[in-house]
């Protein structure tokens, strides 16, 4: 052995702080009167911090018009396997609050996002929950149920909208096989390496 004590190296992993910033998810509005989708996450250290964030990673170049976070412990999830095993969210009761509802209707490549539904009043996330799959359905892949006191949201006046997203409207995207190769393929560069 080099000596090292193993069982106290690992203790001392186990109470090293976190040294992460809160995550954050992060929904996005492509036009008025789309619904928000959750798009990914960032790590921030404060609301506003996320939102700046958020907008330099999921509103560059595609088209957006609001943007909304919400801290990763706010949000109370349940996929369909969960629901069928007989998993429930928090069910204390409380005082009626409202809360905005997501759902996720696939696994496709394509439609990956967890859509908004609709907003309702509840006492308790499952609460909640049960409301919401009696009025949107039951055949969801999974749900998110968020208090609406936790988003925090882009500035929703008009000449912050504008300065905040349209910059990125008249940028042009290039796929990456639209720029030149620099420098030449191994096989050009190295004479006994032949190809066909």
């Known amino acids: 052995m080099n000596g090292v004590d193993v069982h ?11 040294t992460q910033w809160p995550r954050w998810e992060i929904f996005k509005q492509d036009t008025a ?9 960032v790590h921030a250290t404060d609301p ?24 990763e412990q706010d ?12 998993q429930t969210l928090p069910g204390h009761s409380g005082e009626v609050q409202s809360y905005r509802i997501f759902g996720k209707k696939t ?4 439609m990956t996002f967890v859509d908004e539904l609709g907003m309702l009043e509840a006492a308790c996330p ?10 949107f359905g039951d055949e969801l892949l999974a749900w998110w149920v968020i208090p609406v006191s936790a988003f925090v949201g882009s500035p929703e006046d008009a000449e912050t909208v504008e300065s905040w997203f349209a ?7 290039k796929q990456q096989s639209a720029y030149g190769v620099v420098g030449k393929h191994v096989s050009e560069r190295n004479p006994r390496v032949k190809h066909d």
Not at 54 to 64: G, K, L
Not at 75 to 86: D, H, K, P, Q, Y
Not at 126 to 135: F, V
């Open 126 to 135: 499952q609460a909640a929950l049960e409301a919401a799959r009696s009025q």
């Open 167 to 173: 910059p990125a409207k008249d940028k042009t995207y």
């Open 107 to 110: 696994h496709k490549r394509s």
């Open 8 to 18: 106290s190296a690992q203790s001392q992993d186990a109470q090293a702080p976190d």
């Open 48 to 71: 506003d911090h996320a939102l700046l964030t958020a907008r330099s990673v999921f509103a560059r170049r595609p088209a957006a018009v609001s943007l909304w976070a919400v801290r």
């Open 75 to 86: 949000i109370f999830s349940v996929t369909r396997e969960e629901l069928e095993n007989g």
């Open 33 to 41: 009167g789309k619904v928000h989708q959750a798009v990914g996450s």
